[in-house]
């Protein structure tokens, strides 16, 4: 026999509607004479039905109160319906405006067959009329007045402090020092589709929130390796609430979807992870499949303003989620199936399915920049180039965080206008402080411009925003720059610390191991790039090592090998910079024949490429081809006019060697763009910061003018910036350009002067000579510089 909960038998008589003034429940209050339902001050549309219903329950709290029962108090008996359909739907709506769930009810819970109880406590107040006092005698009138004014005396005190809390403003629940957890959507719709996609748009929901910081799924798949788990086990109950406390997160936000009738239920709960107590809760209701992601849009707004975000931030940080990502419930699952490949297995196994997203949705401009950084990652300039631009055309249909993300992102990779991308990425991490890409970011761009002091200390304010690998690796590359080697190393040593590492920290490694002249660890660090994506990287340094020490040979072997390396990493971009570095240094050496040939392959293996070409023209006006040089000069000109570096640092290099290879040495006296701001900032084409290529061709100009004081200061800049410079061969034949100004010098000035000069001089050729003691002995400049030497000396 089943058990069946208890009925009450009831004349129609005992339903009667309240002669009560207010019911309050929770956070809510109900005003029956005005038919309104309120929730913290705030008014909650409900309709007519469901709000009898509402009413129906609240005078039986507790209590059992019948399908039957409700049919008579709520549906007349001779209005035609089908009533069990507009009971249905009538109970879902109001579960909907209390943020209720039929599987957990708060409020409303239902009794299968019979009806439904009220089980939350219900506070009950009449409709309160003031007695009218009796009048007083005479003779107790004083006295009586006295113990009224004690009694006003203590009410006034009362309703002040009363009136203080009743007043003040509610601490919120979540402060903007917390982090939350996103768990896994319960989906019990059948719809696989759901299916991860929510998470993903109400994680892109929650990011136009200044207020909010989700913990990022690194942090997660980190915590869930202390929980010794898989880094792929679901976030739901007590796996998430452990996560959350792990993590030291005030919140996890668990969300959910089912069904009602045709129509779909999205429920939202932010729980206390650790006491289990419920923050805040939202419910919405979506008519149809296509329009659940704006109602989980709206339902992540209020559920903002119910956790502590203030109302002003909410609505000027609000763009509708069907807006701000996509429509397409279809191309935002493919887009978290891209987001999942691209930190879990790397950016080039999520291209399959970002070029999916954007044939579901093209106006989807978050995929669009998720592919120029995946291809920026690639080292695939031109094409990145193209994401970013159609992603920067989108820009008007996306949030305040995604819209300074791309600004920054176009100006800094297509435009290259590192003024404005600096500016960007200052207004996204001044709005987004708790988000630790703009700030990291912007410490990039500051590299770039040469302000490496800034670049560091914004990057440790991304430290502290939160740990990552970037950062870390970023810091050690500043750290060197600034020619602080104990603080790179000791940045090295905290990533290693923590299990992080990569190319960017391995290549710092094997600078320091250069600087120190450390051949043992260079050794052992290229053990580490070979047979990896990045060994390529690696056979590079190499090469570029080799060819500092005058073993051009070698250093072209291994140049070769690089270049094969990274056609086989699909990577031809990094093949054609490597073929155009070594075109540079041959060009620089005096092998005027094999720079041309390699600057002519690096063109042929990436034509478009902006770096190799900027290396191309600058190698062919080295090497005397200046036809070849002046026609890519004009062409980058043409295709980069407000690019920083290209107008700042490469260009003006490309027409100062042209103009000593003319012989019009007051070029570099005339030329307003000689001298850049930017001279120190990384160059983005090399493996190292940079070559510091225009200082190097200046000195050479300033030495054919005949200035030797100004080309021996430009000389030694690249000696005092071994930090950026590293291997490269200008940190070389720096020495010798030292020897050769100071020489110069020793011919024009006064004897004494003349004499230190010849001095400085002959030192500097030591230096130069005793770093190329067991060079290639048939390299022009070497043989150039041994005839010098023995001359002066």
């Not at 719809?191 to 748009?201: Q, R």
């Not at 997203?357 to 998720?370: E, T």
């Not at 093949?575 to 041309?596: H, K, P, T, V």
């Not at 110069?744 to 030591?766: G, I, K, V, W």
Request: proline content about 5%; glycine content about 6%; aromatic content about 8%.
């Amino acid at each position: 026999m089943l058990n069946t909960p208890p009925t009450f038998t009831r004349s129609k008589a005992v339903i009667q509607p309240s002669i009560r003034r207010f019911a309050r429940f929770g956070s809510f209050e109900v005003d029956f004479r005005e038919r309104k339902l309120t929730k913290g001050g705030s008014r909650i549309r409900l309709q007519e039905q469901p709000f009898r219903i509402l009413a129906l329950l609240l005078e039986h709290p507790g209590q059992l109160v019948t399908r039957e029962e409700i049919r008579m108090q709520v549906w007349p008996q001779d209005l035609f319906v089908d009533f069990d359909a507009a009971l249905n739907t009538a109970v879902g709506k109001l579960r909907v405006a209390l943020n209720d769930s039929a599987d957990n009810p708060r409020f409303l819970e239902t009794v299968p067959r019979h009806g439904y109880r009220f089980v939350a406590p219900v506070a009950l107040s009449p409709e309160v009329e003031e007695p009218v006092p009796a009048p007083v005698p005479t003779r107790q009138r004083s006295r009586k007045r006295l113990y009224l004014w004690y009694a006003a005396a203590l009410i006034a005190a009362g309703a002040a402090i009363g009136g203080f809390w009743f007043f003040r403003p509610a601490a919120p629940k979540i402060t903007s020092a917390d982090t939350i957890v996103l768990t896994d959507f319960v989906n019990t719709t059948g719809d696989a589709s759901f299916d991860d996609a929510l998470k993903t748009a109400l994680r892109l929901s929650l990011q136009q929130s200044p207020f909010f910081k989700v913990l990022s799924d690194s942090a997660i798949a980190g915590t869930l390796q202390q929980m010794t788990r898989p880094a792929n086990t679901p976030l739901t109950g007590e796996v998430a609430r452990e996560l959350c406390q792990r993590a030291g997160s005030k919140a996890y936000l668990a969300g959910s979807i089912g069904t009602l009738g045709n129509q779909y239920v999205l429920g939202l709960k932010a729980v206390n992870c650790r006491n289990g107590d419920t923050l805040a809760e939202e419910q919405s209701l979506a008519t149809s499949k296509d329009k659940v992601l704006n109602a989980l849009g709206q339902a992540a707004s209020k559920l903002r303003g119910e956790l502590g975000e203030s109302l002003a931030s909410v609505q000027k940080f609000d763009v509708p989620l069907a807006l701000a990502t996509t429509s397409s419930l279809e191309a935002l699952k493919e887009y978290s199936v891209a987001v999942k490949a691209f930190d879990e297995k790397g950016p080039p196994e999520s291209l399959p399915h970002l070029q999916r997203v954007v044939q579901l949705d093209p106006n989807f401009a978050a995929a669009y920049r998720l592919l120029g950084l995946v291809y920026s990652g690639l080292a695939q300039t031109d094409r990145a180039g193209e994401y970013y631009t159609k992603a920067y055309q989108l820009q008007d249909h996306v949030s305040e965080w995604e819209k300074l993300a791309i600004a920054g992102d176009y100006y800094l990779n297509v435009t290259g206008e590192l003024d404005k991308a600096a500016e960007a990425y200052e207004r996204w991490s001044s709005l987004y402080s708790r988000n630790k890409a703009p700030i990291s970011t912007l410490g990039i761009v500051y590299a770039l411009q040469g302000q490496y002091e800034k670049a560091s200390e914004t990057t440790r304010l991304a430290l502290g925003v939160g740990p990552s690998y970037g950062s870390y690796a970023n810091l050690a590359l500043y750290n060197l720059a600034l020619q602080r080697f104990d603080d790179a190393q000791h940045f090295i040593d905290e990533a290693h610390g923590k299990k992080m590492d990569g190319l960017e920290i391995r290549s710092g490694i094997y600078a320091l191991a250069f600087l120190r002249s450390d051949s043992a660890a260079m050794a052992e660090q290229q053990k580490w790039f070979t047979g990896k994506p990045e060994e390529n990287y690696g056979l590079s340094l190499a090469s570029d090592t080799e060819a500092y020490r005058g073993h051009l040979r070698v250093a072209s072997e291994l140049t070769t090998r690089a270049v094969a390396s990274a056609i086989r990493a699909d990577s031809k971009e990094s093949g054609a910079i490597w073929l155009s570095n070594a075109a540079l240094r041959n060009a620089a050496f005096g092998n005027a024949l094999e720079a041309r040939q390699m600057a002519a392959k690096a063109l042929k293996l990436a034509p478009t490429g902006q770096g190799i070409e900027a290396e191309a023209a600058l190698a062919f006006a080295m090497a005397g081809d200046a036809s070849r040089a002046e026609s890519l000069a004009q062409e980058l000109n043409k295709r980069f006019p407000l690019d920083t570096q290209m107008q700042s640092l490469w260009l003006p290099a490309i027409r100062t060697q042209l103009a000593i290879r003319a012989k019009n040495s007051d070029y570099i006296l005339t030329d307003p763009q000689n001298i850049s701001p930017v001279e120190y900032g990384g160059m983005l084409f090399t493996v190292n910061p940079t070559c510091l290529y225009p200082t190097y061709i200046r000195g050479n100009a300033y030495l054919a003018a005949g200035r030797g004081k100004e080309a021996a200061a430009e000389f030694q800049k690249i000696i005092d910036h071994s930090g950026v410079v590293w291997n490269c061969w200008t940190g070389a034949l720096a020495h010798l350009g030292v020897a050769r100004a100071n020489k110069l010098q020793s011919t024009t000035l006064q004897r004494t002067d003349a004499d230190a000069a010849r001095a400085r001089a002959l030192s500097a050729y030591n230096d130069f000579l005793a770093l190329w003691k067991d060079a290639d002995p048939n390299i022009p400049i070497l043989k150039q510089a041994r005839a010098e030497y023995a001359k002066l000396h």
